[in-house]
């Protein structure tokens, strides 16, 4: 099973400022399945990112994905108000398809 | 637009069952894996089980399940009504769980792309 590991656990920003979120996996990755969602208190989580940077239509391009092989990145360029939420990582190229432990994007 | 309802949650003593639904619209259902996550309270995401999305003629479909439930879940659907299923037997506490219904693509090496609003079910005496 592949173990993904997600740093910091929480993350304290300011609006404006730029976010970066890793996910660190066990073993390598294909880019191909490696997502991000967000998920906001009392929702469902929405999908980011696919195929390690490919951005779903409609999200917005101050999100962007990047990385290979073990190490993979989220960065928010710029973050608005309503960025401020818990993000995993997900691969879903090898079964059993696991899950980050979330990082937490708190307003500083 | 892409909808999925899931419905049957509630409270269920230990070594209880319960059977919860999902009701898809605003795409073709059969042509989609689906597959069932679930969120402890104040918790990460966990893989439940997922489903192939059709059953070919002589064979069976493709399904997976966590070890955690295997044996005890049961995942299926009917594609005539647009609905994925889980079937919960011998229930623990620790199944406490929202449990989201979500859509994969047209294989499980896909993300999933679309999610319900989730069903709460709470294991308890």
């Known amino acids: 099973e592949i173990v993904l590991t997600q740093s910091p656990g929480t993350l304290s920003l300011s609006p404006g400022e730029r976010a970066t979120l890793s996910c660190r996996a066990s073993?390598?990755?294909?880019?191909?399945?490696l997502a991000w969602y967000q998920q906001k208190r009392g929702q469902a989580p929405r999908l980011l990112i696919y195929?390690?940077?490919s951005r779903v239509t409609g999200i917005p391009d101050r999100f962007s994905g990047s990385g290979s092989g073990t190490d993979f990145t989220l960065t928010i360029s710029r973050l608005e108000p309503e960025d401020f939420a818990v993000y995993y990582c997900?691969?879903?190229?090898?079964?059993?398809?696991?899950f980050g432990q979330g990082t937490k994007l708190e307003i500083k | 637009q892409v909808q999925l309802v899931e419905s049957g949650g509630g409270l269920v003593k230990p070594g209880g069952s319960l059977r919860l639904s999902c009701a898809a619209s605003?795409?073709?259902?059969?042509?989609?894996?689906m597959g069932w996550i679930r969120q402890a309270p104040g918790k990460g995401l966990e893989w439940v089980s997922y489903?192939?999305?059709?059953?070919?003629?002589?064979?069976?479909?493709?399904?997976y399940y966590a070890d955690s439930v295997k044996g005890r879940f049961t995942i299926s659907r009917d594609n005539a009504e647009n609905s994925l299923y889980l079937q919960m037997n011998s229930l623990r506490a620790e199944d406490t769980a929202v449990y989201y219904c979500?859509?994969?693509?047209?294989?499980?090496?896909?993300?999933?792309?679309?999610w319900g609003q989730g069903t709460l079910v709470t294991v308890s005496s």
């Open positions: 979500a859509r994969l693509g047209y294989g499980s090496n896909y993300p999933l792309d679309n």
């Open positions: 605003g795409f073709t259902f059969s042509h989609y894996y």
């Open positions: 489903i192939s999305y059709i059953s070919t003629s002589g064979s069976s479909n493709t399904i």
């Open positions: 073993q390598s990755v294909n880019s191909y399945y």
């Open positions: 195929g390690a940077s």
């Open positions: 997900q691969q879903y190229g090898s079964s059993p398809y696991t």
